[in-house]
């Protein structure tokens, strides 16, 4: 469903400047201020997760990904809101999609990136257009350091079947796997965003999956 267009949105996002990325980074150190962890969330939605996860690790510096900018403009607000009023500044966020992002984001500067309910294109045209297709999981590999991790979650199974099949190919490390997260050893601490909530408040069984990047013989 396509989101209604917000009311001044420009004008809202513009006043959530301070939160916004819209140059490449030089670093993220210059970015936030301090040397600590960054995790990437692609395709932050309204940025519950993101906010939730900045509140729960207030030692760990966040970059929200969004190309939906009136979608993005939720998250903005919220974020700014939720920031201000705890005193912490762990949170930016991008209005772009993951093709862009080795245009914005410094090369092996990431420590953990996040697919949360990515789109799950079932077509099989659209191959290529699954966020953890082969092609998208050689970006994230110029974007991870060495050693970092992907964190999947998705209610599709036809995806995260595809996923894990992407990962094994691509010499990923699996550091966990779940087909009912909700249920499983992995569900404390788990944090949720506004899909999940809705799938889980359905009955519906989360997949989840933790993967590392390691080099390739080749490297």
Same mark, same amino acid.
């Given at each position: 469903?396509?989101?209604? =267009?917000?009311?001044?949105?420009?004008?809202?996002?513009?006043?959530?400047?301070?939160?916004?990325?819209?140059?490449?980074?030089?670093?993220?150190?210059?970015?936030?201020?301090?040397?600590?962890?960054?995790?990437?969330?692609?395709?932050?939605?309204?940025?519950?997760?993101?906010?939730?996860?900045?509140?729960?690790?207030?030692?760990?510096?966040?970059?929200?990904?969004?190309?939906?900018?009136?979608?993005?403009?939720?998250?903005?607000?919220?974020?700014?809101?939720?920031?201000?009023? +705890?005193?912490?500044?762990?949170?930016?966020?991008?209005?772009?999609?993951?093709?862009?992002?080795?245009?914005?984001?410094?090369?092996?500067?990431?420590?953990?990136?996040?697919?949360?309910?990515?789109?799950?294109?079932? =077509?099989?045209?659209?191959?290529?257009?699954?966020?953890?297709?082969?092609?998208?999981?050689?970006?994230?590999?110029?974007?991870?350091?060495?050693?970092?991790?992907?964190?999947?979650?998705?209610?599709?199974?036809?995806?995260?079947?595809? +996923?894990?099949?992407?990962?094994?190919?691509?010499?990923?490390?699996?550091?966990?796997?779940?087909?009912?997260?909700?249920?499983?050893?992995?569900?404390?601490?788990?944090?949720?965003?506004?899909?999940? =909530?809705?799938?889980?408040?359905?009955?519906?069984?989360?997949?989840?999956?933790?993967?590392?990047?390691? =080099?390739?013989?080749?490297?």
């Amino acid at each position: 469903m396509r989101m209604r =267009k917000k009311k001044n949105g420009e004008k809202r996002i513009a006043a959530c400047a301070a939160y916004l990325v819209s140059e490449p980074i030089t670093s993220f150190a210059e970015l936030f201020g301090n040397e600590r962890e960054v995790h990437v969330e692609i395709g932050c939605g309204k940025g519950n997760f993101v906010c939730g996860m900045a509140e729960k690790d207030p030692e760990v510096n966040f970059l929200a990904v969004e190309k939906v900018s009136d979608v993005c403009c939720i998250a903005l607000e919220k974020a700014k809101a939720a920031l201000e009023a +705890s005193g912490t500044d762990n949170v930016r966020f991008y209005i772009g999609d993951a093709n862009s992002l080795c245009d914005i984001i410094p090369p092996h500067s990431v420590d953990c990136i996040y697919l949360n309910f990515s789109d799950p294109w079932p =077509k099989k045209g659209h191959t290529k257009r699954r966020l953890t297709y082969r092609g998208f999981l050689e970006i994230y590999r110029k974007l991870l350091k060495e050693g970092g991790v992907l964190k999947l979650k998705t209610d599709n199974v036809g995806l995260f079947d595809f +996923s894990l099949e992407e990962f094994e190919a691509e010499g990923l490390e699996f550091l966990m796997q779940t087909r009912d997260l909700h249920h499983s050893e992995y569900a404390e601490g788990n944090v949720m965003t506004e899909y999940e =909530k809705n799938f889980s408040d359905k009955g519906m069984n989360i997949c989840s999956a933790h993967v590392r990047f390691i =080099k390739k013989e080749n490297e």
